[in-house]
C-alpha cells in the first residue's frame, strides 16, 4: 500500500471515531434532557397525588413506581440479549409489532441505557422519596418517631425492587423473544403503521 493510501485509511478511521465520539456526547445530553423532564413530571405527579392521600394511595403509588422500574429493568435486559433472526421472519410475515421490535434491538445500547438508568434510576429516587412520605404518615398516625418504622419500610422497598429486578433479569435473558414481541405490539399500536 502506498503512503497516500495508508494517510487515507488513517483519516478515514480518524474521521469515523469522532463521528462516534460526537455521537456518544450527543447521546449524553440528550439522556440528560430526557432525565431532567422525565424526573420533573414523574415527581410532580407523584407529589401531586400523594398530597393530602392517606396510606392506602401512597401504597398504591409506591407500589406502581417499583413495578415500573422493574418492568423497563425487564425491557432493557431483554433488548441486549435479543436475537434478531425471528424478528426477522416475524417481519417477513408482517406481523405487528415485529419491525419496532428490530428497531429496539438495532438501538439496544441507548434502549438499555434509557430503560435500566433513566426510567429505573428515576423510578428508585421517586419509590424512595414516596417511602420518606409513608413513614412520615404513619409516625404521625402513631404520634411517636420510630427509626424501626423507618427501617423496616426502607428494608422492604429495596427488598422488593432488588428481588424484582433479579427476578425480572432471569425472566427476560430467558423470554427476550416474548418480552420483545409484546413491546413491539405495544410499540406498533402508536406507531401508524398497518403492519
Known sequence: MDADGSNNKKKSEKDKKNKKDGGRARWAVQVFCISVVLSGVLSFASGEVLEGAGLALAFAVLAVFIALGIVFDIIGVAVTAA????FHSMAAHRIPGAKEALGLI???????SFCNDVVGDICGIISGSTAAVIV????SALSFRSAIIS??????VSGLTIGGKALGKAFAIDK?????QLVGRFLHLFSGRKA
Request: charged share 25%; no cysteine.
Open 106 to 112: 438495532r438501538k439496544a445500547s441507548k434502549v438499555s
Open 151 to 156: 427501617l423496616a419500610i426502607t428494608a422492604v
Open 83 to 86: 436475537d434478531e433472526k425471528p
Open 136 to 139: 412520615v404518615r404513619i409516625q
Open 176 to 180: 427476550s423473544t416474548a418480552v420483545l
